[in-house]
Every structure is written in structure tokens, then in C-alpha cells.
């Protein structure tokens, strides 16, 4: 139980001249303060998931992936006030193993900042019987939010990662010792 929470962080769009790159490279060097995770990246622009749902190599290598990981974050851009499809198949890819799970999200897009996404991703992991983390991390106009480096200029929305970081740290510790002493009813 002292071990590291595994976090996964799902990389949404699968856009060849996307701009997530540079949304998740910062998040991932953000995560570096955060010993208590032990993070690995699904880039579903690298993940080949069926929107057939069909069970493949792959499939089964990410469903084992999740099955492993304690808690997720999702950095996700906005199409037409809503999340990529890409992402809508990553989560129907797989069930028990999102079960009574921590999830937060990075957000960004237009005026928006993604936020509509979010929202409505709020109502498919309620029904995957996952946990929303409250904070979230969002960038509107992103594509001017970032700097050469690639850090943002918004320092808001450094100390909303590091909030929600921790809340989802604690979601992440109490639901796994949870899981462990009484195994989820669902
Ligand atoms: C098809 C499409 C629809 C979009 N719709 C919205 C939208 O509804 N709201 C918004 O804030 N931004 C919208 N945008 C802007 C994107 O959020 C922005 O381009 C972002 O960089 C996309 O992420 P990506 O480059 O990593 O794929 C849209 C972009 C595309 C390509």
C-alpha cells in the first residue's frame, strides 16, 4: 500500500498536426513534483482501438494496462462541444477495469477551454462507475497559452494542476485500500 499510485494519463486527440503534444508535455513534466505517481502515458494516437469494440492484441494489452492502474487522467481537446470519438472508444474499449477508479481531466480548445468536454465526460465515467476528480486544468485559445518552452503562461492553471493532483492522489489512495478490503459491488 506504500507503493506508488499508477497513473495512466490518456492523450485524447489522434490529430496528426494536433496541438496535445505540447498540452501533455507540460502536464507530464507537472506530474514530475508528484513522486507519490508512478505515471505512464496512453497516447491514443499510438493506441489502436477498434470502434467496432472487437477484442484485438492491442485491445488486450490496454485493458491489461488499465487493470493495473489505480488512477487516470485524461488531457483532452473540444470538437464541436464535445470530447474526440478516439476517447469515447477508449473508455467503451474496456469495463471492470475502470471500476471504482479516480479519474481527473486536462482540458483545452477555443473559448471554451474544453470545458463542455469535460462536463459530458463527467456523465460517461459516472456510468463506468469511476470518480471525478472536482479540480480541473483548463486552456482557453491554447495555442497561445503556451510559451517557446512549452509552459503555460497561465499560473492559475499551474495551481489548479497541483490541486488537482492531490485530490486525485487521495481518491487514488483510499479507493485502492478500498478495493483491497472489500472488493467494489458492481
Ligand atoms: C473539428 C474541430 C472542432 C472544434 N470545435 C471546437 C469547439 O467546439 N470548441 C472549442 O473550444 N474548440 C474547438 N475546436 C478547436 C480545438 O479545440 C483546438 O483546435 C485544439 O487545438 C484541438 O486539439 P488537437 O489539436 O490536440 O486535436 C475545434 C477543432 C476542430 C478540429
Redesign the pocket.
Known amino acids: 500500500m506504500d507503493t506508488p499510485l499508477r497513473l495512466e494519463v490518456i492523450i ?4 496528426p ?5 505540447v ?1 501533455g508535455g507540460w502536464f507530464l513534466r507537472t506530474l514530475r513534483a508528484h513522486p507519490e505517481f508512478d505515471t505512464g502515458v496512453v497516447d491514443l494516437a499510438h493506441t489502436s482501438l477498434p470502434v467496432e469494440l472487437t477484442e484485438t492484441e492491442q485491445v488486450v494489452s490496454y485493458r491489461t494496462r488499465l487493470r493495473a492502474a489505480d488512477a487516470f487522467v485524461v488531457v483532452t ?6 470530447y ?1 470519438a478516439s476517447l469515447k472508444t477508449a473508455f467503451d474499449t474496456a469495463k471492470y477495469e475502470w471500476r471504482a477508479k479516480p479519474i481527473a481531466f486536462v482540458s ?7 470545458l ?2 469535460v462536463e459530458q465526460l463527467r456523465q460517461i465515467v459516472a456510468e463506468i462507475h469511476m470518480v471525478s476528480v472536482r479540480e480541473t486544468v483548463s486552456f ?1 485559445q ?2 497561445k497559452g503556451f510559451d517557446e518552452a512549452g509552459d503555460p503562461h497561465d499560473r492559475a492553471a499551474v495551481d489548479a494542476a497541483d490541486r488537482m493532483l492531490r485530490q486525485l492522489a487521495w481518491w487514488a489512495r483510499t479507493l485502492r485500500v478500498a478495493r483491497a478490503v472489500d472488493p467494489y459491488p458492481g
Open positions: 485524447a486527440s489522434v490529430r498536426e494536433r496541438f496535445a503534444p498540452v481537446s473540444e470538437y464541436n462541444h464535445g474526440p483545452y480548445g477555443g473559448l471554451s477551454g474544453g463542455r468536454a482557453h491554447a495555442k
